[in-house]
């Protein structure tokens, strides 16, 4: 069974800084593409940030770079994605998504596996 399980997430004042973490079970993550993409309420939701197969070529949101920075551990089938200097409109429910082979961006049809997601909310 394909599993995608998303954490981290919680309540973090404007500022401040969190890690969320994407885990896979049933298959390992080396071969595939890891997208972040976020949801806030009463909005559609977007592309944050993603990281290739193999090398790991990184790309991000406008809204995020310079802030945030996506990496993975691949003998831990995990990937990360770091939060830092976090603003209320960063409050969203966060989700990981996996695409196999090389996948740079955030068309969502080219991510086949999908998490729960993990709600991050920036508020003071």
């Known amino acids: 069974h394909l599993q995608l399980v998303e954490s981290g997430g919680g309540l973090v004042q404007p500022g401040g800084s969190l890690r969320l973490s994407c885990a896979a079970s049933?298959?390992?993550?080396?071969?595939?593409?890891i997208g972040w993409f976020r949801q806030a309420p009463g909005k559609e939701r977007e592309g944050v940030s993603s990281?290739?197969?193999?090398?790991?070529?990184?790309y991000y949101a406008d809204s995020v770079k310079g802030r945030f920075t996506i990496s993975r551990d691949n003998a831990k089938n995990t990937v990360y994605l770091h939060m830092n200097s976090l603003k209320p409109e960063d409050t969203a429910v966060y989700y990981c998504?996996?695409?196999?082979?090389?996948?740079?961006?955030?068309?969502?049809?080219?991510?086949?596996?999908w998490g729960q997601g993990t709600q991050v909310t920036v508020s003071s």
């Open positions: 990281i290739s197969n193999g090398v790991g070529v990184t």
């Open positions: 049933g298959f390992t993550l080396d071969s595939y593409s």
């Open positions: 998504a996996a695409g196999l082979d090389y996948v740079l961006g955030f068309r969502e049809f080219e991510y086949q596996h």
